[in-house]
Every structure is written in structure tokens, then in C-alpha cells.
């Protein structure tokens, strides 16, 4: 889906269809703030919610991967395998970069979930299929509603994006009960 969809449907939601929805935002300050509202919520379904996750190659330098090699922004590091071998290796945190215990390791392969970044009204957004444009429009329209100072407004957006969430994190198929034994 498209920035743009979500923004429609916002606009529909908001009640203000007359709005062009086009790439020129500078011009229209209303669409500007949607454009920044669609990223904050976008950020926050990523973090919270349905995390993006992405397994890329990277050097390793003296034991140590920098985040600046990264081509996101790591979350949260899940695995460090050597690229050349295939054999996972522990890792820990520090604030530049992640140490690797196996300090022989040239090239590894890092699985992390990552928080993407700002989009524009025509790029598509960064987010998991199992989010609908509509959820993403509720929670554009709370975050818009919060800055305009319509808190009542808000509340009802934001419990509407809430519960769309929860359906779409919520796991689906079918439901199977332990069979029973009557003594």
C-alpha cells in the first residue's frame, strides 16, 4: 500500500475529502502534518506491534559489527551467524556496536528487526501485509487529532487502531482443544 492510499482514507475519516493528496506537501500544511503523523504510526507498528525484520551480510572488523553497517536500525539483533561457515555465534550490545564471541569471524550474516524510515506520499509503506490501510488511516487520524488539540476525537481514533491491531496480531487458524479423559 501506498502513503497516499493511507492518507485518503484518513482525509475520509477526518471529514476533509477536499484536500489534493499529491507530492507537492509543502503547500499544504494539513498534508505535511498527515505525511509526519502516517511515519510516527508507522515507527510505532514496527516497534510495537509487528516488528520488520531483515537478515543481511556485513563485515565484521576485530570482533565487532558496527551499526553503521547496518542498512536500518536495528531493534532488536535476533541471531549472528558466520557467513562462511553457517554456525551462530553470541553476541552482546554495546552502544557502537555488537561484540561477537567468535573473533575470527570476516563476514556474518545478522537477523534483526529494524525501524523504518520516513516515507513520502508516494512510496509504499514499510509495514507488515497483515496491517490494513485502514488501520494505519486510524491511528494517522488519532496522532492528527492529538496535535489539533481534539482529545475526545483521539481517544475514539486510537481505541479504533488499537482493536484493528490486536485482530491483525491476533493469530489465526484453527483452533484445536485437548481431548479429554472422564474418570
Known amino acids: 500500500m501506498k502513503l497516499k492510499e493511507v492518507i485518503t482514507i484518513a ?19 494539513k498534508l505535511a502534518t498527515l505525511v509526519r503523523c502516517a511515519n510516527i504510526v508507522l515507527k510505532e507498528i514496527a516497534s510495537d506491534y509487528l516488528p520488520l525484520a531483515v537478515n543481511e551480510r556485513v563485515e565484521v572488523k576485530d570482533g565487532k559489527i558496527s551499526y553503521d553497517s547496518l542498512s536500518h536500525r536495528a531493534l532488536e539483533v535476533l541471531s549472528v551467524k558466520n557467513a562462511d561457515t553457517d554456525v551462530r555465534s553470541n553476541f552482546r550490545h554495546t552502544p557502537s556496536a555488537i561484540d561477537v564471541e567468535n573473533c575470527d569471524m570476516k563476514r556474518a550474516d545478522v537477523k534483526y528487526y529494524y525501524t523504518p524510515k520516513d516515507v513520502s506520499v508516494e512510496e509504499e509503506c514499510p509495514i507488515s501485509p497483515l496491517v490494513s ?8 487520524c488519532s496522532e492528527f487529532s492529538l496535535i489539533e488539540g481534539l482529545y475526545e476525537q483521539s481517544v475514539v481514533f486510537a481505541d479504533r ?23
Open 11 to 29: 482525509l475520509t475519516y477526518l471529514g476533509d475529502e477536499e484536500v489534493a493528496v499529491d507530492s507537492n506537501i509543502v503547500a499544504q500544511p
Open 133 to 140: 490501510a485502514k488501520t494505519v488511516a486510524m491511528g494517522v
Open 161 to 183: 487502531f488499537k482493536e484493528d491491531l490486536r485482530c491483525a496480531v491476533r493469530k489465526k487458524g484453527e483452533i484445536k482443544i485437548k481431548p479429554r479423559r472422564w474418570y
